[in-house]
């Protein structure tokens, strides 16, 4: 009896069976994707670029002191790895219990800096930016973790 009915509903069953599998492959591609690379190195982190150029950095904020200043060299590879843009990133830790520091890259002139803010030259494509913190607040580099 069972299968009498997978012969005669075939079509609908391997609809639901392709359907199945997309919406999975579709569910772990956006989660893969979507997920930062939470590094907890001290000495390294990454943020991802989107269409407003405005991003998060994702770095160990808690292993530097309140209020310290960082600077950060910041390149931007295309989709093939060439490096696009470079610059550096300088910020302030307010909250040495904090995780995540926001910069906007929307801005075209790349001429100042503020606290927690860098202006990127455009135009920046989208892809993936990586962050390497260079300095710490002597202007010596941090200890490889």
Not at 106 to 117: E, K, Y
Not at 118 to 123: G, I, R
């Amino acid at each position: 009896m069972r299968l009498h009915f997978l012969r005669k509903h075939k079509s609908v069953f391997l609809l639901l069976l392709s359907f199945m599998f997309i919406t999975i492959l579709f569910t772990l591609v956006i989660g893969l994707n979507g997920t930062p690379n939470n590094n907890s190195y001290i000495n390294d982190g990454w943020i991802e670029s989107r269409q407003t150029y405005t991003a998060t950095v994702y770095t160990n904020a808690s292993a530097y002191q309140s209020d310290m200043w960082v600077e950060m060299t910041v390149y931007f590879e295309d989709d093939m790895g060439s490096p696009v843009v470079n610059g550096l990133v300088s910020f302030q830790i307010d909250d040495n219990t904090s995780t995540t520091v926001h910069f906007d890259t929307s801005l075209t002139d790349g001429s100042g800096w503020a606290t927690n803010t860098y202006h990127l030259p455009s135009p920046a494509t989208e892809g993936t930016w990586c962050v390497y913190i260079s300095a710490d607040d002597q202007g010596t580099p941090p200890e490889m973790a």
